[in-house]
């Protein structure tokens, strides 16, 4: 009898263990229950929130200064760059996502097409100032007449010129290009003036958001399109654009631009200009607070010209929203509605040299103090946010048709024909369903 | 263990009393604790491997979003595959690559084993060493190697150019096949050693009286490799084939971190684009569909090759 006994406590073990296994392997995942208490706005609630690696750091402060003045806590995971999109993509498949995420501006329609963010029109519609948020970002959160995001963090395209090199080279520092046939001549003089390991300007010539980012401006400068209306139709070989690429691809052949630029993917498209070692470049405004000033970089900001003249920018960074997965709304709207307020824009972002979110308070008691910031927030009134559905798997995606088309046009021999051979390409690809 | 002493008794009693109750009773015990003791690996053979590979199946013959409810569009997302010119590309590359670094890995493990294959001094030393790459996880090993190829801060750029033997403007990730053969160089680096080790099993498996009669009869070292080592490493040979055919046709980290697939998608993988397809376009669909024909070409490798090998045997 005992052994009986021995081998149903066994088998009893056994069963059990099993039965313990199979829980483990198929109960995971599920930790957002028991967080929808809070009905309503600033309760204490735990609210989670993803951003990206590259604008973390105005995230961040703008959490720190929230959790310290209000019962809701919110807990901030920056995520690589280069890996937000797939993160994204994997927590919405599996019903994961934060309550709160930033997206870099230009996915956002991507995001609301795909049902990622909740609906807050009439969130957004109740508050006082919402005429004054950034346009470009709120359009690019609005899908089918119904809004989904506001803007969070602002990133520009302009051009940094280091006035050291400029004097090296017998430029006048007070004056920076107002063409792009004058940036180009300034960057020319820089390498041939100055030399060595100075170049005269810089590029990211594998990285097709860099370009997107510091290309297109010249373009819009000059009155043309790189897309139609609604982002189906590339027009990249327009006149005004092959003339804009035209001057790049004769600043890469006269070796004005250093060879190294030809693998850049992106990771440090910026570390250069910082080291004192290129004259004149398109740059991200985010990283004006950590340019150097010493005797090797002093920077000069100045808007980003057409060929003729002419001046535009690429208003970049991040919208935020509400995830459609969410349980507590009103808690994560209690935190998004803040980060737009006159407090958060004027004590977090402008103390700090960052471009607001609200053109309405663009000039404050910080702002004027730097006039390169004054220009850079003037500067989003006349910049634009390109829209296409498709925007990151068709210009971001370093697998995607974009990088070969601009390289074939900056590195290749023929200009207007590479970008008439790509314009086909990248449609099909803004097309693609 | 209890349970060789248990065994007699319970088969005893079962011939014994078959189709008594208590026999019954013993009988379904014992097939439970069979499906007890089993169970464990079914349960993750099930849950880890035939469940995602039913969902993938039925992920494919759907339109997938992200979030809401799938819908059946059987067979488009098998129709379209012949419409993604990236994918076309990615498959000729990676039989390329499948090839090349086949071949090469191969060769350079054999030449290690033989190398380090007799007992002198110092062996030990080098068997650990060229071991221990295998040791170094395979996407920080592709990082490592990202700063070793840099013109910024890695050093192979500037020792080969005070050797003369690249030029100041060459790039290691610059043109498709310096893109190509840089990995394949840290491929080697970092699996050379771990074959050498599965080579050096089968040659020391190989009787020394072989070597000693055909040295007796006058062989030459060429031909004691050739008619003696090569034949009776096959068994070992056909397993490297099969584990580094399978492997580099489902390349992925190594260009992923390296290359990106630059330049100008040159270096592009089938898993890459699959990847592509899930989490940049958002298309789980045509994403499942990919790895369905991954697979199914994957299995029809493998089955030719052990059939062919078999069949020498």
């Known amino acids: 009898m005992a052994g009986v006994q021995l081998r149903r406590a066994r088998t009893g073990v056994v069963l059990a263990i099993t039965c313990l296994l199979l829980l483990s392997a198929c109960g995971g995942g599920d930790d957002s229950s028991g967080q929808s208490q809070g009905a309503s706005g600033d309760t204490g609630a735990t609210i989670t929130m993803w951003t990206r690696s590259a604008t973390e750091a105005a995230s961040r402060r703008l959490v720190e200064r929230y959790n310290a003045t209000h019962k809701n806590k919110v807990e901030l995971t920056p995520i690589p760059t280069d890996n937000y999109q797939p993160r994204i993509a994997a927590a919405a498949g599996a019903k994961n996502l934060p309550d709160v995420f930033a997206a870099d501006v230009i996915f956002m329609p991507q995001y609301t097409s795909k049902g990622l963010f909740l609906d807050i029109t009439d969130r957004i519609d109740a508050l006082p100032f919402k005429d004054n948020l950034a346009p470009s970002h709120v359009e690019l959160g609005t899908f089918e007449g119904r809004k989904y995001g506001i803007p969070h963090t602002l990133d520009l395209s302009v051009i940094f010129y280091n006035k050291v090199l400029y004097e090296k080279a017998g430029l006048d520092p007070e004056k920076p290009p107002t063409t792009l046939k004058e940036f180009a001549e300034h960057a020319r003089t820089v390498r041939e003036k100055v030399g060595g390991n100075v170049y005269g300007t810089f590029s990211g010539l594998s990285c097709g958001g860099c370009i997107v980012f510091t290309y297109w401006p010249s373009v819009w400068a000059a009155g043309g399109e790189v897309m139609n209306e609604d982002g189906s139709q590339s027009t990249i070989d327009s006149p005004e654009s092959v003339a804009v690429f035209e001057t790049w691809n004769q600043l890469w052949k006269d070796g004005v631009i250093p060879a190294s630029a030809r693998d850049e993917a992106g990771p440090t498209w910026t570390s250069f200009f910082p080291k004192g070692t290129i004259g004149v470049m398109p740059m991200p405004s985010t990283t004006l607070g950590q340019m150097p000033d010493n005797d090797k970089v002093k920077v000069g900001v100045a808007p980003i010209p057409g060929p003729d003249g002419g001046e535009s920018t690429f208003v970049g960074g991040d919208s935020i929203g509400i995830s459609a997965t969410s349980k507590q709304p009103d808690a994560a709207w209690d935190f998004l509605s803040w980060t737009v307020s006159d407090e958060a824009q004027v004590e977090v972002l402008a103390k700090n040299k960052d471009v607001l979110a609200r053109p309405d308070l663009a000039s404050n008691k910080y702002s004027s103090a730097d006039e390169r910031v004054v220009l850079m927030n003037e500067m989003v009134g006349k910049g634009r946010t390109p829209f296409a559905l498709n925007f990151g798997q068709t210009y971001n995606d370093p697998n995607g048709p974009w990088i070969p088309v601009l390289r074939d046009a900056i590195l290749g021999d023929d200009v207007a024909k590479a970008l008439q051979e790509g314009a086909p390409k990248l449609t099909q690809s803004l097309q693609q369903q | ?313």
Do not use: C
């Not at chain 2, 008594?20 to 013993?26: D, F, H, L, N, V």
């Not at chain 2, 090839?99 to 090469?104: D, G, H, K």
């Not at chain 2, 040791?135 to 840099?150: E, I, K, N, P």
């Open chain 2, 1 to 313: 263990m209890s349970a060789t002493s248990t065994r007699p008794p319970d088969t005893a009693a079962a011939r014994r009393s078959a189709t008594s109750p208590a026999g019954r009773a013993m009988r379904r015990a014992r097939a439970l604790k069979g499906i007890g003791y089993t169970a464990p690996t079914a349960a993750i053979v099930v849950v880890l491997f035939l469940a995602p590979l039913v969902l993938v199946f039925w992920m494919s013959l759907n339109r997938w979003p992200l979030l809401g409810a799938p819908r059946v569009n059987a067979p488009d997302n098998y129709t379209r595959i012949p419409d993604n010119p990236l994918f076309l590309d990615a498959v000729r590359f990676t039989l390329k690559y499948t090839v090349i670094v086949t071949v090469m890995l191969l060769l350079v493990a054999l030449g290690l084993a033989l190398l380090v294959q007799e007992r002198r001094r110092g062996t030990g030393f080098f068997r650990t060493t060229y071991l221990l790459p295998s040791g170094v996880g395979f996407a920080a090993a592709a990082l490592l190697f990202y700063g070793f190829y840099s013109t910024e801060i890695g050093p192979i750029h500037g020792i080969l150019r005070s050797l003369g033997l690249i030029e100041e403007t060459f790039s290691f990730r610059g043109t498709p096949n310096s893109a190509l053969f840089s990995t394949i160089a840290l491929v080697i680096w970092r699996f050379a050693g771990f074959q050498m080790l599965i080579l050096l099993t089968g040659l020391q498996s190989i009787p020394l009286e072989l070597y000693e009669a055909a040295r007796v009869d006058g062989a030459s070292r060429w031909q004691a490799f050739r008619r003696i080592t090569l034949p009776l490493l096959r068994p070992t040979l056909a397993l490297l084939l099969v584990l580094s055919v399978s492997g580099s046709l489902l390349a992925f980290d190594q260009f992923f971190i390296l290359t990106q697939g630059q330049p100008d998608n040159s270096t592009l993988t089938m898993v890459m684009v699959i990847y592509r397809e899930a989490f940049f376009r958002f298309d789980l669909g045509a994403a499942a569909a990919l790895s369905v024909v991954v697979l199914l070409v994957l299995v029809a490798l493998n089955a030719l090759q052990l059939r062919v090998l078999r069949r020498r045997d």
